[in-house]
């Protein structure tokens, strides 16, 4: 029988029964204003994973990925409580400056959102701006490696300084963003609904290169395609009403959850 800690669907990956997680919510709750839109959220997210966040529309999932690297702190009507801890240290405590937090987070958006820059200043930009490359070949080596890594090198190679992001296609966009959330180095990636835009092939690339980040990174992803939630995630939490429900093995969760929400929303009954 599968442990709580073995991805089903990939018998190479390593069990993570040992690991300390990298990521800890506890007792997380949120307002905007008076509305409460996260209740007593928990959950850990583990080295090399990735985490899936399925649910109906408007239960807190995009709530919960944007506390994750503190995207909520200029917004003056949201309030927060409970505790976010990176390696044991409290993202939220005083001392941490957000714009270093965030640089160990890579945030993909589900609209592909380059900046209207070339290729090259896309990727380079993270790297630049927050010292990470010391010579002009350190970037030139970094900018490729990224966009290797975002299987679209290949695709863009000969028009890096020619060609702006904006004018790639949707598919190739969504990959250029991947190389630039990739860019600054992060340990986690946090996608929210990346291939909610673009089409069926492009979004095998994209579900292919989850697969292949997640040796060196930890992945928190929003779908709303629960095939895409069976292809990719190790685990999978299920939201409801602001609340996580529950959260397990991937095959566990689409096979024998725990609440009856759960399974009427997996068996597509609302959504
Ligand atoms: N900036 C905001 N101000 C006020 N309420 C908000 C704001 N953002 C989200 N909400 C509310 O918080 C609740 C949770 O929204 P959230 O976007 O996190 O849900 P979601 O599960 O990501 O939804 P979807 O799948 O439709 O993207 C919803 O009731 C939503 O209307």
Known sequence: MLDEFTAPNTPTHPPRSNRAPILSVRDLNLWYDEKQALEDVNFDLFPSEILAFIGPSGCGKSTALKCLNRMHDDVRSVHCTGTIT????????????????????????QKP??????????????????GLM?????????????????????????????????????????????ARALSTQPEILLMDEPTGSIDPIATAKVEELMLTLRPDHSVVVITHSMNEARRVADRV???????????????????????????????????
């Not at 900018?143 to 992001?165: F, N, Q, S, Y």
């Not at 959260?247 to 929400?261: K, R």
Request: some cysteine; aromatic content about 10%; proline content about 7%.
């Open 86 to 109: 990176l390696h044991g240290e409290d993202i939220r405590a005083p001392w941490v400056d957000p714009p270093m937090l965030r640089r160990r987070f890579g945030w993909v958006a």
């Open 113 to 130: 959102n380059p900046f209207p820059a070339t290729i090259w200043d896309n990727v380079a930009y993270g790297p630049r701006i927050h």
């Open 134 to 178: 010391r010579t002009h070949a350190d970037m030139e080596a970094h900018v490729e490696d990224c966009l290797r890594r975002a299987h679209l090198w290949d695709e863009v190679k000969d028009e890096l300084h020619t060609k702006d992001g904006t004018d790639l296609s949707g598919g190739q966009q969504q990959r250029l963003c991947i």
């Open 237 to 271: 939490a299920y939201f409801h009403l602001g609340r996580l429900l529950e959260i397990g093995p991937t095959e566990q969760i689409f096979t024998a959850p725990s609440h009856e929400e759960t399974r009427r929303f997996i068996a597509g009954e609302f959504g």
